[in-house]
């Protein structure tokens, strides 16, 4: 059974900064892409990052471009978004998911999802 579990949400202030992680079991990590995906409430589901499987590449969407960065073990079968000066806008539900395909930023090319961790970014 593949299981995607995402740790590391925390309520931070404006300019603070976060590392999530995302430890996967069930499957063969080095055979999948991983890609970052949030939702914030009354919002759409949207594209963060995603990064290929041997962690070389990685692209994000334009919000949190130079902000945040996406890297990954393979020992440990964990991927790791650092995000920094984060900001209000940065708040929702923050969920890995894994593709056996290429890294892409279409929720419906990824084949297993977590469940999420919450971000909050507040004064």
């Known amino acids: 059974q593949v299981q995607l579990v995402e740790s590391g949400g925390a309520v931070v202030q404006p300019g603070a900064s976060l590392r999530l992680s995302c430890a996967a079991s069930?499957?063969?990590?080095?055979?999948?892409?991983m890609g970052w995906f949030r939702q914030a409430p009354g919002k759409e589901r949207e594209f963060v990052a995603a990064?290929?499987?041997?962690?070389?590449?990685?692209n994000y969407a334009e919000s949190v471009e130079g902000r945040f960065s996406l890297s990954r073990d393979n020992t440990k079968n964990t991927v790791y978004p650092q995000m920094n000066s984060l900001e209000p806008e940065d708040t929702g539900d923050y969920l890995c998911?894994?593709?056996?395909?290429?890294?892409?930023?279409?929720?419906?090319?990824?084949?297993?999802w977590g469940q999420g961790t919450q971000v909050t970014v507040s004064s």
């Open positions: 998911a894994a593709t056996r395909g290429a890294r892409s930023i279409r929720q419906r090319d990824y084949q297993y």
């Open positions: 069930g499957l063969t990590f080095s055979d999948y892409a």
């Open positions: 990064i290929t499987i041997s962690g070389i590449r990685a």
